[in-house]
């Protein structure tokens, strides 16, 4: 485990359905309703009621789907986690910047995070498997975001990286851009 930030986020790899945090961010497709992944991952971890509640949302709140960028909260149910935040990455194109849609799937998550008094919060990494975003620039923005959030919230966020290389290469992004404690 790496600390950054003055101890505020941990670099970490493992399971995100079993950490026992106040919330974990889901990488969601925008129905909602559970696929591969990490989001697949997090409804089975859950069960059922994950994905009513998620039916619910689409019925009220986002019938057309969740949009990139942005964020809808339900519980954790059998999670250890007590709320999930879904969002939605976009999928990389080369001939378009999305990096302004990445950065808004953290900070929307961190900040309902924050509104629902939340101290701790877990994020795998997003947009970076099926959609395409390439590691190092998501690993970029994910940074950015952090220098700009951490300072003004009183949170320890967990990046949870699936497999132990992804976290030494988020770890070098970091490390070349003079981000690492210690």
Known sequence: ??????QQLKV???DITRLEVDVIVNAANHSLMGGGGVDG????????KLKQ???ELRETDWPDGLPDGEVALTEGFELP??????TVGPVYAKTKDKSHLLASCYRNAMTLAAHK????IAF???????????FEEAAEVVLSVMRDELPRLEMTV???????SDGRAFLEVARRKGELDG
């Not at 485990?1 to 003055?6: A, I, S």
């Not at 991952?41 to 059922?48: D, K, L, S, V």
């Not at 986690?81 to 879904?86: C, D, E, K, P, T």
């Open 1 to 6: 485990m790496q600390h950054l930030f003055d």
């Open 12 to 14: 970490i790899h493992g």
């Open 41 to 48: 991952a997090i409804h089975r971890a859950a069960g059922p």
């Open 53 to 55: 509640a998620c039916r």
């Open 81 to 86: 986690a007590r709320y999930v935040i879904h």
């Open 117 to 120: 008094g939340c101290e701790s």
């Open 124 to 134: 795998p990494a997003i947009s970076t498997g099926v959609y395409g975003y390439p």
């Open 158 to 164: 967990t990046l949870c990286f699936f497999s132990e």
